[in-house]
């Protein structure tokens, strides 16, 4: 089974953790009505929705402290100190939910913010690890919902991340994540029946359209040009030079729980915090195009990049 455990998260950090426990919270007037999980970087604040055996509980929880470890992986640290997790089993008379270990899931954003996970409650916990959902829906976290119109980058930043997590993690092989970020970025430019719409507009109406995979995918490819043009910057310039120190650099000075935006202001966030006009400048071109963008040039640049970013997970992070 693949994990996001790591040496470096070793069992000293763990008991931290577990001393946290005992303390006060104080952050959370209903913090009482949660179960604790001491996780990589905060607190996992669960809220068992639905019956589960003590042996399922504990593979859920297991499956957690791993997807926590793993959200690390992203700048260091996590986009909150305390993320609620709502776990809802599926049960059996719903059929129109896949028998995939997590079915269906959302990001709640009424405080504390967190994920809403459907889960299968009698699956091993190499089924959730090995599941995308919680990588793409914690990566929601990093960044305010932006409303519907600029949903399309909220869906591109997890679908971008919910890949790169799985890479560093060691769950999937930089072959592995280019298939696949080709095989979506096919599926989005298959998505081809709203060619009258430029992504802003369909982005307002995904919902109705059904237009789930050119409103993700071309999400997914603007931050991957991002990233590229971040890591070709110079590093003695003191703008960031990938987009994780553009998240973790606005998750510093910007992002707070139930905080709320939009496309243009994050875009103007993220300029402000990295240095120069990309954002602004990638925003307005792709809230503008009306098809998945040719993907091609961009995914081959970005190979090398695949390769590079398979860190060796047994030495810290470098923003630790
Ligand atoms: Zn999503």
């Not at 952050?27 to 399922?56: C, K």
């Not at 997790?85 to 504390?112: C, E, G, M, T």
């Not at 995904?206 to 070709?232: K, N, P, T």
Request: negative net charge.
């Amino acid at each position: 089974m693949h994990s996001c455990h790591a040496a470096w998260l070793s069992s000293g950090l763990r008991a931290l953790g577990l001393v946290l426990l005992w303390l006060p919270s104080g952050a959370l007037a209903t913090a009482a009505t949660y179960e604790q999980l001491p996780g990589a970087d905060g607190t996992f604040l669960i809220e068992w929705r639905g019956e589960f055996s003590p042996a399922e509980q504990n593979t859920l929880r297991a499956w957690l402290t791993d997807v926590g470890d793993c959200v690390s992986l992203l700048h260091g640290r996590w986009p909150r100190a305390e993320i609620r997790i709502a776990l809802q089993p599926v049960s059996s008379d719903k059929p129109y939910f896949s028998s995939s270990a997590v079915p269906f899931a959302r990001v709640l954003r009424n405080r504390p913010e967190g994920v809403l996970f459907y889960v299968t409650p009698s699956r091993p916990l190499a089924d959730y690890v090995n599941d995308w959902t919680a990588y793409h829906e914690l990566s929601h976290l990093f960044i305010p919902y932006p409303g519907r119109r600029d949903v399309w980058i909220s869906e591109g930043l997890a679908s971008y991340y919910q890949n790169i997590l799985q890479l560093r993690a060691g769950i999937l092989s930089p072959t592995e994540v280019r298939d696949r970020f080709a095989a979506a970025f096919e599926r989005g430019a298959a998505d081809s029946d709203d060619a009258d719409l430029t992504l802003g507009e369909l982005s307002g109406r995904m919902m109705e359209r059904r237009a789930f995979m050119r409103v993700y995918w071309s999400g997914a490819l603007m931050f991957m040009e991002a990233d590229i043009a971040l890591r070709q910057r110079d590093p003695e310039s003191g703008m960031a030079t990938t987009l994780d120190e553009v998240l973790r650099r606005y998750g510093e000075c910007c992002l707070s729980d139930g905080a709320e935006t939009t496309g243009p202001r994050l875009a103007a966030d993220f300029d402000r915090v990295a240095g120069g006009d990309l954002f602004a400048t990638l925003y307005r071109r792709y809230a503008a195009t009306t098809a998945m963008p040719d993907y091609r040039a961009i995914l081959a640049a970005a190979e090398p990049l695949l390769q590079a970013d398979q860190r060796d997970r047994s030495v810290p992070a470098e923003s630790r």
